[in-house]
């Protein structure tokens, strides 16, 4: 399997951050004694929280007089935290399958919509609308390319060609279990699998699908910053990656492309913790946090597709197929099935660990 390269020193003082963030999380709750008011929440960090702090948490400091304690978390280390009964956060933000997940596990209260005061649960799409959590954005895990390494154009238009080596010999990179959900659908499509035939995913056909490009592997990437970062720095030519990340790297000016043929449909989402500490504010956040105001400033910047319906008209037009003039992630994409996934990751993860050290 090819090396990777030396970490540079933009991505050794990033780990360094999230190293501090993740596992010494009690940092953040010394503070949270000294303010009278706070919400602890749960976010994957990185861009995520540089743009959320400046359209969201700011602004929701401003107006309520609550303060927003982000605390950067893998997937895994989240559950981690709340399978040992350790959990010091009021609200959890991430990915609506990790949810449905801890649901399941009686790990989340419900979220009760008619105590909304800021947002008209109406307007929220209902596919996102769910008893135990609610959506905060649609995005969609893409195949994202270095425009340095690879011309736009000319870069693979469909998994089946990312998993070509020979065609397109360049390093790559897929997301790691600790991400939540490692790329078994992409696995499999690449392995002629069609899109509406792809659950129940099997598994040893996506794994024994994964090995055929994991020499061309140097990394798998844990958090989405991390991503962002190798596509950047060009230590992979490609990459599966989150939508809203490389938005955001192209948008500093990072030379990323994005080929959205078969992505799939995600939802990031809120849930709040059984036994959270600042409930009123937790609610609070959530019911603000949706308006549409806020999720066409939050969302105009972050690159992602409102769940307000009333927001959609700050919908980028890059998130858009002008061929149908839908979203790409209804015109060319899947649903992730998140109850396949709450049902099946224990069970994937433990094939994770003897595959990644086979």
Known sequence: MNQAKPASPGRRKFTAGVAVATVAPTMFFIGKARAA????????GGVFDDVKKETIYDPFRKETGIEVVPVAATTAKLMAMMKSGQNELDLIDTGDSTLLELEKSNYLQ???YDEFKYTNPADIDPVVKRKYQV???IYAMVLGYNTKAIKPGSEPKSWAEFWDLKKFPGRRTLPDMASGTPSLEFALIADGVPMDKLYPLDIDRAFKSMSRIRSAIPKFWDTGALSST?????EVAMGAIWSTRAAVAIDQGAPLGIMWNQNAL??????????AKNLANAKKFIDWSSTPEAQARWLAKYKAIPVNTKAYGATSKDLMDP????????SKGFLLDINWWADNRQKVGQYWSKWIIS
């Open 135 to 137: 959506g905060c954005f």
């Open 323 to 330: 061929a149908t003039g839908t979203p790409w992630t209804r």
């Open 37 to 44: 008011e706070q919400v602890v929440v749960r976010t994957p």
């Open 110 to 112: 419900a979220i009760n």
């Open 230 to 234: 190798m596509l950047a720095d060009n």
């Open 266 to 275: 995600l939802a990031q989402a809120y849930g709040i913790p059984v036994g």
